[in-house]
């Protein structure tokens, strides 16, 4: 079965940095878009960032443009999320997900159980 497993989150200082990780397996991960989203306390999921198969087109949310990036190592079965400058409204659980090379939740068929990042101010 698809196994999604993430990785590398922590409570961090505003303006700090992490690396979040997400080790996949069961299925054919070079011919996946991968996706990152997030949910604070309170609040629907969100996009945060996506990557297609070969990862030569990504986007992101407007919210983390210039400060998040997102990568994968497909000989690894890994996506990245590099979250620099973190500000306390990045709190919340991460999420990647399998699917589609797309910003709506609807699209991504695997989901992982998440990380939690926490920045305190």
């Known amino acids: 079965q698809v196994q999604l497993v993430e990785s590398g989150g922590g409570l961090v200082q505003a303006g700090g940095s992490l690396r979040l990780s997400c080790a996949a397996s069961g299925l054919t991960f070079s011919s996946a878009a991968m996706g990152w989203f997030r949910q604070a306390p309170g609040k629907e999921r969100e996009f945060v960032a996506t990557i297609n198969w070969s990862g030569r087109s990504t986007y992101y949310a407007d919210s983390v443009k210039g400060r998040f990036t997102i990568s994968r190592d497909n000989a690894k079965n890994t996506v990245y999320l590099q979250v620099n400058s973190l500000k306390s409204e990045d709190t919340a659980v991460y999420y990647c997900?399998?699917?589609?090379?797309?910003?709506?939740?609807?699209?991504?068929?695997?989901w992982g159980q998440g990380t939690q990042v926490t920045v305190s101010s």
């Open positions: 997900a399998a699917g589609s090379h797309s910003g709506s939740i609807r699209d991504y068929d695997y």
